[in-house]
T-cell receptor, first 113, second 117 residues
Framework: QKEVEQNSGPLSVPEGAIASLNCTYSDRGSQSFFWYRQYSGKSPELIMSIYSNGDKEDGRFTAQLNKASQYVSLLIRDSQPSDSATYLCAVNRLQEYGNKLVFGAGTILRVKS | DTEVTQTPKHLVMGMTNKKSLKCEQH?????MYWYKQKAKKPPELMFV???????INESVPSRFSPECPNSSLLNLHLHALQPEDSALYLC????????????????FGDGTRLSIL
């Protein structure tokens, strides 16, 4: 089992729809969860961070965390073609010499106009 | 544009060359990171510096040599690289890496795209 798992996609949604991206993780000690967006040929850009169970909203983005189920998701409302990118789920792993960020393989999102 | 600045943006070098990648941040962050990213793969951690001391080396070959001259600067010295080292090299920073500060997000630079001939 991979430490952080994402469906590689591509996930195709029509413009204006809700895109739902999912991520599961294996380390129950993880405390911090992040979503990064990465356009082709560019670097990862932080779009959401979440630390507590429940929902966190920021504009069109909502992150959801369920630590009991070891599940974190990202909802993108009113999806736009400019949202087409790879979305990376990242989880902090606690270890002796400090925290380490572990990335999932990423989900490719395609928003069709 | 990001608050983590990497230079150069592109680098082509031969296997016998010596070159350096540079990274700078002025956000007062005390943890800095080097990642390697191959096409269609997630970033892979290489090194972590915390308070200017090397904290994590992910068993990276010695042909990659990191250096942290001060809290704002991070270098990656390259020597005798192999073609398989061609990748996007990303620098990131965060407020800290231990304890509650270690939970803070990492912010990435634009990366250096490295090609080894």
């Amino acid at each position: 089992q991979k430490e952080v798992e994402q469906n590689s996609g591509p996930l195709s949604v029509p413009e204006g729809a809700i895109a739902s991206l999912n991520c599961t993780y294996s380390d129950r000690g993880s405390q911090s969860f992040f979503w990064y967006r990465q356009y082709s040929g560019k670097s990862p850009e932080l779009i959401m961070s979440i630390y507590s169970n429940g929902d966190k909203e920021d504009g069109r983005f909502t992150a959801q965390l369920n630590k009991a189920s070891q599940y974190v998701s990202l909802l993108i409302r009113d999806s736009q073609p400019s949202d087409s990118a790879t979305y990376l789920c990242a989880v902090n792993r606690l270890q002796e010499y400090g925290n380490k960020l572990v990335f999932g393989a990423g989900t490719i999102l395609r928003v069709k106009s | 544009d990001t608050e983590v600045t990497q230079t150069p943006k592109h680098l082509v070098m031969g296997m016998t060359n010596k070159k350096s990648l540079k990274c700078e941040q002025h956000m007062g962050h005390r943890a800095m990171y080097w990642y390697k990213q191959k096409a269609k793969k997630p970033p892979e951690l290489m090194f972590v510096y915390s308070y200017e001391k090397l904290s994590i080396n992910e068993s990276v070959p010695s042909r990659f040599s990191p250096e942290c001259p001060n809290s704002s600067l991070l270098n990656l010295h390259l020597h005798a690289l192999q073609p398989e080292d061609s990748a996007l090299y990303l620098c990131a920073s965060s407020q800290g890496m231990i304890g509650i500060r270690g939970n803070q997000p990492q912010h990435f630079g634009d990366g250096t795209r490295l090609s080894i001939l």
